[in-house]
């Protein structure tokens, strides 16, 4: 991944903050492999490529941390100590779930099979597009942790494609409702 798009998009979500305080509650919550991805990641960049507000299109943070206890009520602790760490405005955007538990309801949800994932970052490979597969952690210290299996190019490229590896049924209709948002967007099916 390149070290120059990688700073390029961290700048990018160092200067959102709603995103930023999303990333710092979440950093304070302290779960165990924890993430933030998808729309709240790749939105952000998609905004300031376009020349539109930061929180323009966000309909919610995707926050995915990784516990092998894959019991529905370890899963709603979590989700109610996540709420509970929010104010009412961002309390409804934000939605955690438990990458463990994913395998459990994908393929009733999405008709499409899903083998267990090993980690939070692990789920990023499998997410419908190569664009939307980024996510980001507030450490301790400051710094900023980007994971992207599938590098950057395409977001500062302002393109949709599918998922290199995992073809889903959903790209089309992902990418079109992006599409509508964010016009500049080029679609390769």
Do not use: C
């Amino acid at each position: 991944m390149s070290r120059d798009l990688t700073e390029r998009l961290e700048a990018i979500l160092r200067a959102a903050p709603s995103l930023m305080q999303v990333m710092e509650t979440a950093r304070e919550l302290d779960l165990p492999d924890w993430l933030l991805f998808s729309g709240a990641i790749y939105q952000r960049a998609l905004n300031h490529l376009t020349g539109r507000d930061p929180d323009y299109g966000i309909k919610d943070y995707d926050l995915g941390y990784f516990d092998p206890d894959v019991s529905y009520e370890a899963e709603d602790v979590v989700i109610k100590r996540v709420a509970a760490a929010f104010e009412p405005r961002l309390r409804e955007m934000v939605e955690v779930r438990n990458q463990a538990r994913v395998h459990l309801w994908f393929e009733g949800k999405f008709g499409e099979p899903y083998a267990p994932l090993g980690s939070s970052a692990e789920a990023l490979g499998r997410f419908t597009s190569a664009t939307f597969a980024v996510g980001a952690r507030l450490q301790r210290d400051g710094r900023m942790t980007i994971v992207a299996p599938f590098g950057l190019d395409d977001i500062f490229a302002l393109r949709l494609r599918p998922n290199p590896t995992r073809r889903t049924n959903g790209f089309l209709r992902t990418a079109q409702a992006a599409q509508a948002r964010w016009p500049e967007l080029s679609i390769e099916a």
